[in-house]
């Protein structure tokens, strides 16, 4: 009998071992690991640029890298326009929105217009009848249009561009940066990178 509860109680502890080691194991594979915080906060930037076009135009870079690649698909008429109509929301007065409203049709949605976008007659018509009396959401039908257009067409080429690859290794790879210093007295001498520099003013290093 004693053999028998002796050999019971090792199975016992060693299922009791088994099963403790388990749950540290699962524990340990479920919770977040330093390295993987460190990896968030680092690809936090460049995770944002490829998210969304939304994502991307917030970013003055990532906003400067878009426009050049649309200029180089020759369409970047769609992004000025956007760009437009997200400006002629902050006016207020009627003055200011017929004046507005009728230089964004002049400019982009007449008919032969220099920048011409791609939209259908119907939209189009739409706002040339409210250019008499223009609200602040005249445009807001023609804006989701160019958007999607560049959303579904010109982003994802984009995503593929030499462009996004150099505004993706810069964010990637961002360096040591460089502390504001104010120098205030005239003609003061700084050493910077071995090279003596004269301030003769103030100066944002």
């Known amino acids: 009998m004693n053999g028998l509860s002796e050999t019971s109680l090792d199975l016992q502890d060693t299922k009791r071992i088994h099963n403790t080691w388990k749950s540290k194991i699962n524990s340990f594979i479920q919770s977040p690991l330093p390295w993987r915080k460190i990896n968030r906060q680092e690809t936090n930037q460049t995770s944002l640029l490829v998210e969304s076009l939304e994502a991307l135009l917030s970013q ?43 230089s964004i049709y002049e400019e982009f949605i007449r008919a032969e217009s220099p920048k011409q976008v791609n939209l259908d007659f119907y939209t189009r018509e739409i706002i040339s009848q409210s250019l008499e009396q223009p609200s602040p959401s005249c445009f807001v039908v023609a804006e989701r249009k160019i958007y999607s257009l560049m959303e579904n067409g ?3 080429r984009f995503i593929q561009s030499e462009q996004y690859k150099v505004l993706f290794d810069a964010a990637s790879k961002p360096g040591k940066r460089r502390k504001a210093l104010k120098i205030k007295s005239t003609g003061a001498l700084i050493q910077h990178d071995s090279k003596p520099t004269i301030l003769q003013s103030e100066l944002h290093l």
């Open 60 to 102: 003055k870079r990532g906003h400067a890298a878009f426009r050049d690649f649309m200029k180089s698909e020759f369409c970047e008429e769609n992004l000025d326009f956007w760009l437009a109509c997200q400006e002629f929301k902050n006016f207020d007065s009627p003055e200011e929105l017929k004046q507005r409203a009728t």
């Open 154 to 156: 010109s982003f994802p």
